[in-house]
T-cell receptor, first 116, second 114 residues
Framework: DQQVKQNSPSLSVQEGRISILNCDYT??????FLWYKKYPAEGPTFLIS?????DKNEDGRFTVFLNKSAKHLSLHIVPSQPGDSAVYFC???????????????FGAGTILRVKS | DAGVTQSPTHLIKTRGQQVTLRCSPK?????VSWYQQALGQGPQFIFQ???????QRGNFPDRFSGHQFPNYSSELNVNALLLGDSALYLC?????????????FGQGTRLTVV
């Protein structure tokens, strides 16, 4: 039962253009969503997050959009840079639910390649 | 400020053996979670420790067990290793009372079972 899905295994984008990574979820209890970036031989690094009470959160070149009715979120990177090439994981948690707790449920990841 | 540290970074074990992985959380963090990341997949939650007790557990068999020490560091033990246990094992730390905040991950331990 995959509660968090990233349907695009990979994405290739030209330097300077926009990268859009997508994520869908099925569990209505999720109330907090995160994006992590992972380079080979390193652990995941937190990138940006959004609470379910918001529909947009922006941090520099990174913006996350949340559409609760569609159970969909997306990460926009503008402009994309070669150093952004990595695996991006979408994750969700249900912090507001004591029984479910704050464990993170991850998608399978999307490999982003930014070409110079 | 040291982040989350894990040891060892790589490990090779034989089927049927037992393994112990170690994790020191980020300074000030009191909660440790363990994740298994198989090749081509996202991290899967194994369990979480707080106040030296297992607080939550994912869908993993009893061969997977853990421990948390008074200094908040943690161990993950896997008994009777199977080939399918080969994966990257990640440790993450948080502060239990801080809701809606990110978890910090270590660099992981790459376990290979042969």
């Amino acid at each position: 039962d995959q509660q968090v899905k990233q349907n695009s295994p990979s994405l290739s984008v030209q330097e300077g253009r926009i990268s859009i990574l997508n994520c869908d979820y099925t569990n209505s209890m999720f109330d907090y969503f995160l994006w992590y970036k992972k380079y080979p031989a390193e652990g995941p690094t937190f990138l940006i997050s959004i609470s379910s009470i918001k529909d947009k959160n922006e941090d520099g070149r990174f913006t996350v959009f949340l559409n609760k009715s569609a159970k969909h979120l997306s990460l926009h990177i503008v402009p994309s840079q070669p150093g952004d090439s990595a695996v991006y994981f979408c994750a969700a948690s249900a912090d507001g639910n004591m029984e479910y707790g704050n464990k993170l449920v991850f998608g399978a990841g999307t490999i982003l390649r930014v070409k110079s | 400020d040291a982040g989350v540290t894990q040891s060892p970074t790589h490990l090779i074990k034989t089927r049927g053996q037992q393994v112990t992985l170690r994790c020191s959380p980020k300074s000030g963090h009191d909660t440790v979670s363990w994740y298994q990341q198989a090749l081509g997949q996202g991290p899967q939650f194994i369990f979480q420790y707080y106040e030296e007790e297992e607080r939550q557990r994912g869908n993993f068999p009893d061969r997977f067990s853990g421990h948390q020490f008074p200094n908040y560091s943690s161990e993950l033990n896997v008994n009777a290793l199977l080939l399918g246990d080969s994966a990257l094992y990640l440790c993450a730390s948080t502060i239990i009372q801080n809701l809606n905040t990110e978890a910090f991950f270590g660099q992981g331990t790459r376990l290979t079972v042969v």
